[in-house]
């Protein structure tokens, strides 16, 4: 019953997705932000991501958002609508919008579902995108190495789920390639953004002898407090460049308009099918802003070659001997850590001093 | 000037005119607002107002998800305004309705993956009992210690939202979940599913207790020793303690209920359209209803009109964001409008305007 | 578990500037509690005083005229809730929830064309020779002048309340209004000004978080402040002292946690993110219970609608 049902579906996707194409309409895009398009953070990038749709096509494009959705049936409901105002693809742009973005899904066979960061792929119209961000983290982990004096690095992170370790654990691989005697100073926020905590937290690094922030959380509050002292910070998701001015060394900036723009001409000209990919820096998904005249010459250029690598796929930030916290190895020599393994990081890397939370 | 007289029982002209009223107010208000964002207003009012129930494109979906985000708000400000007439002022409910739904989320996890019809059923005895003890916490500490209730309430709701996430990311989370945050979807686990119980109306388990809520509510209170008593330890206290009203009773009766009511408004929530527990699961609802119980005028079919209009303010505030382009702040300041004159003019039914001096004082 | 590595003196000089936004809102707060009216529109009033002082430190070039335009803002905002609760006679905690609802949507609609944009800075104030005392001057004298000026706020509201005869009318309207008015005392008139306080400042400590703190705009920036502001007030009691000391025992809280893990312990962050609350219920039960301190407790006419009837 439920396979003759997905098959059905399967079916109707196909005979649906051409003549949505053919018809001289403009293609109808819908995104849904978990934030506010302001939050100069997660939502505001996919924001930018939808604008440059806009501009690539023009007037064959119609794209609409709705801001600031709670994950659950809020969701759902603005999914439906949207599906039911004619929207031809949705881009969902939040992990949690995962069981809605497959309710609706399965309602509507002949409208395209984009879902970020998730996993849950039930239906033949749902596609799943995300970004190796940790391949960013990676570079900035070997720019930091390079630069501190303290050889100390403070990290502000958010909730302890494997996007977010990943990335530690990636910064921190490529900071002790560099400079042996690096420690990491972790602090928890327990929040996606929260700029007076914060600040707080890059104070409580800076204390601990931190002299180069990194930070997993939204606001630019750490930047801010990095140039008062006259210290070093990364910053995320955009360019912070404004509000550090000397502090910034560089950024990882989340780039999504390249996908977006390649899934929308797909569906315009009907070749759209569901996917599954985790684009990174060689997709352009993941970009820096340019490099601090503050980093040595010699290191910027190890770094841009760190990054070239990378994106060439030359090069995996995870790639063996690697050991967990407590001494196991988890690669052996030379081996490459796979997807499903990062996707379930759920463990420290062997130098990481502090205990990851429950 | 402007002389305000206190009338002897509010009128029942004004009390149906003035919702009317300010709804017509705020779209004349929010038209303005609209207008300067450079949008359409009678586009955007018909957006809101009207697509929702009556367009041939939207209709058929948003009337029956009308009941889905109305129906907790509704089930919520029944069990407050109870409390609200007795001026027993529970404002806790969003911690409540977050207690109510991880007892019920926790009885249905812990007997994944086993089949059992006794466990939905045991799940809503864990939901109701999970709000009444929340609420139990200021109610016991207000008869023992006069602490106020209010403040009690309002601060256990911090502590509820901060469990919640302790739960979300610890002992709740989904061991098959990615590592993300949030429990197991409750609503895919066939025993535990609150569904729809008619395809295509919206109607689930929650809806319908909250449709039953307002009817035993209307009984209570106009039919009931026990309905008289809240009302009389609201309007004239003293008058109460001699008709043989036992206050302490009384406080404990009015937050126990809200309380139960809430728990249960927020395991439905959980095991039904949110299907399960994540860090954002606690969307505001216990705060909304106590306004929709104010805007109800603390009247049971009040309650269901004003938690209805509440719903289709959201359900067309997203039609209007998704077709026009209105940002959602400008819906979040519409409803902030709207009760602003709902409750602005609410002045007009419990008072008569006179011309004259107000007494200096 | 490493404790050594926590300096008590830096743990100190961050609370205190932690602690700055809530003190400020709940130090408004406490004024209009004292006065009888509960507000629990504190956290809109707050991040509109922080995007009005944004937008008008941004359109000026000068953060303190951005300061004055929050408070306006807050007080502006605090008015709608005084003419509704006080002149229409709305239900207090309606009122104050939709005031919230209104304030976070207005305040991202004013603050639409300030995001990614960096506001002037303010100046650290260090002032002479006692910032130069070695230990106490880094801790004490070597901040931001909101700081100070909070500080000042607390001792201003304490002596007011307690030495004048402004002060001692507004605690007895705030205790019994009918009895207030009675004795010839402008109730409303009172509420009035108390509201619009409160505002001030909750907009004081939004431009706080939006202008030193952080500095940057963006939608929902005050993440909460406003409410930890009301459980704050109810913590000290409705004595302005204990705000400044409950300020800097919840800022602290959350510093320490903080500097906990930044030194590498292990802290079980949510559970202790609940203990500000927890304790202040326990300070709520134990002032209750005592009857020889019940003038500590709740002001008697606190969300109670006034109607001079005659």
């Keep these: ?358 | 000037m402007m002389r305000l007289e206190k009338r002897p029982s509010p009128s029942r002209l004004w009390t149906a005119a003035t919702p009317v009223l300010a709804v017509v107010v705020t779209m004349v208000a929010g038209g303005i607002l609209f207008a300067t964002l450079g949008k359409d207003p009678v586009a955007a009012i018909r957006l809101i107002f009207w697509d929702p129930l009556f367009s041939e494109q939207y209709a058929s979906y948003s009337r029956p998800q009308l009941l889905v985000k109305s129906g907790p708000l509704i089930l919520i400000a029944v069990g407050l305004s109870f409390g609200f007439r007795a001026n027993v002022w529970n404002i806790g409910a969003e911690g409540q309705y977050i207690i109510g739904a991880l007892c019920g989320t926790a009885v249905a996890l812990a007997f994944y993956p086993a089949p059992g019809w006794y466990i939905f059923p045991l799940m809503v005895i864990a939901g109701a009992f999970g709000g009444w003890a929340w609420a139990m916490i200021p109610a016991i500490l207000k008869t023992r210690f006069r602490t106020n209730e209010i403040l009690v309430s309002l601060l256990l709701v911090y502590v509820a939202e901060k469990l919640l996430a302790a739960m979300a990311l610890g002992a709740m989370r989904n061991p098959d979940g990615g590592g993300f945050p949030g429990s197991r979807n409750i609503s895919r686990y066939e025993p535990a599913a609150n569904t729809e119980l008619i395809a295509n109306t919206g109607l689930h388990w929650g809806v319908v207790t909250a449709f039953i809520a307002v009817i035993f509510a209307y009984v209570m209170l106009h039919k009931h020793m026990l309905g008289f008593h809240v009302r009389l330890a609201g309007q004239a206290p003293r008058a109460a303690r001699f008709a043989g009203v036992r206050p302490g009773a009384l406080v404990v009766f009015c937050l126990g209920l809200s309380g139960a009511l809430s728990g249960l408004a927020g395991m439905f929530e959980a095991a039904g359209p949110a299907g399960r527990i994540s860090i954002d699961f606690a969307a505001g609802y216990g705060f909304t209803a106590i306004i929709v119980a104010f805007l109800g005028r603390l009247h049971p079919i009040g309650i269901l009109l004003a938690g209805l209009l509440m719903g289709l303010t959201y359900i067309g505030g997203e039609i209007a964001q998704l077709t026009l382009g209105l940002p959602a702040a400008a819906i979040q300041v519409f409803q902030g409008m709207l009760l602003f004159f709902l409750l602005a003019l609410d002045l007009l039914s419990n008072y008569r305007v006179r011309p004259g001096r107000r007494e200096m004082t | 578990m490493d404790l050594s590595a926590i300096d008590p003196l830096v743990l100190a000089a961050s609370l205190m500037i932690a602690a700055t936004p809530i003190m400020l809102a709940g130090i408004g707060e406490l004024i209009s509690e004292k006065a009888g009216v509960l507000n629990l529109g504190v956290e809109g009033m707050m991040i509109t005083g922080a995007i009005t002082g944004f937008a008008i430190a941004v359109q000026t070039g000068n953060p303190y005229l951005g300061m004055i335009a929050a408070m306006a803002g807050g007080a502006a905002l605090a008015l709608i809730f005084a003419v509704l609760t006080q002149l229409l006679l709305a239900n207090h905690v309606a009122s104050g929830l939709a005031l919230t609802l209104f304030g976070l949507g207005f305040s991202s609609l004013l603050g639409q064309p300030y995001v990614g944009v960096r506001p002037p800075r303010t100046f650290k104030l260090e002032i002479p020779v006692l910032s130069d005392i070695p230990v106490l001057g880094r801790v004490l004298f070597q901040h931001d002048l909101i700081v100070y000026i909070s500080v000042i706020v607390v001792a201003l509201v304490w002596y007011f309340l307690k030495y004048t005869r402004a002060g001692l009318i507004l605690r007895a309207v705030g205790e019994n209004h009918d009895a207030a008015h009675a004795l010839g005392y402008g109730v409303v008139k009172v509420r009035f000004l108390a509201i619009l306080f409160g505002g001030a400042t909750a907009g004081l400590g939004g431009a706080y978080l939006s202008l030193v703190r952080v500095p940057q705009w963006t939608e929902g920036m005050t993440a909460g402040a406003g409410w930890i502001a009301l459980a704050l007030v109810v913590f000290a009691s409705w004595r302005p002292w204990r705000v400044l000391l409950g300020a800097y025992l919840f800022g602290g809280i959350v510093v320490l946690q903080l500097n906990l893990q930044a030194a590498g312990v292990r802290v079980p962050v949510e559970y202790l993110a609940m203990s500000p609350y927890l304790i202040t219920i326990l300070v709520l039960v134990i002032i209750s219970s005592d009857r020889a301190r019940a003038s500590l407790a709740a002001p008697g006419s606190l969300n109670r609608i006034f109607h001079a009837s005659h």
């Design chain 1, 1 to 358: 019953m439920k396979h003759a049902r997905l098959l059905t579906g399967a079916l109707m996707a196909l005979a649906l997705a051409a003549p949505a194409a053919a018809q001289d309409d403009p293609v109808k895009v819908g995104f849904i932000y978990v934030g506010p398009v302001g939050d100069f953070g997660w939502t505001h990038e996919h924001d930018l991501a939808r604008q440059a749709v806009e501009e690539e096509y023009g007037d064959a494009v119609e794209t609409s958002f709705v801001e600031s959705v709670p994950e659950g049936p809020d969701a759902e409901r603005v999914m439906t609508q949207m599906a039911l105002s004619g929207t031809d693809l949705i881009f969902a742009t939040s992990f949690g919008y995962g069981p809605a973005v497959n309710n609706v899904a399965e309602r509507f066979p002949d409208v395209a579902f984009e879902h970020a960061t998730g996993y849950q792929q039930d239906h033949p119209n749902v596609s799943l995108y995300n970004a190796r961000f940790y391949q960013g983290r990676a570079v900035i982990g070997h720019i930091a190495g390079h630069m501190t004096e303290t050889s100390t690095i403070g990290y502000i992170a958010s909730f302890p789920i494997p996007e977010v370790i990943r990335g530690i654990n990636a910064a921190f691989i490529h900071a002790r390639e560099v400079n042996p005697d690096v420690e990491f100073r972790i602090v928890w926020a327990y929040s996606w953004f929260d700029p007076a905590q914060e600040a707080s937290a890059a104070e409580a690094l800076i204390e601990q002898g931190a002299d180069i922030l990194m930070q997993h959380t939204d606001s630019t509050a750490p930047m801010s407090i990095a140039e008062d002292r006259g210290l070093y910070a990364f910053g995320q998701a955009s360019n912070m460049i404004d509000f550090g001015p000397n502090a910034q060394l560089t950024a990882i900036i989340d780039n999504w308009a390249p996908y977006y723009i390649e899934r929308v001409g797909e569906v315009m000209d009907g070749t759209w099918e569901a996917g599954n990919v985790w684009t990174g820096i060689g997709d352009g998904t993941v970009a820096f802003a340019d490099f601090s005249d503050a980093i040595p010459e010699e290191v910027r250029e190890s770094a841009a070659a760190l990054r070239d690598r990378i994106a060439a796929g030359d090069y995996h930030p995870f790639t063996g001997p690697i050991n967990r916290r407590d001494g196991s190895e988890w690669l052996a020599e030379g081996e490459v850590a796979t997807d499903e393994a990062l996707l379930a990081m759920d463990f420290y890397v062997e130098g990481i001093t502090s205990e990851l939370p429950e």
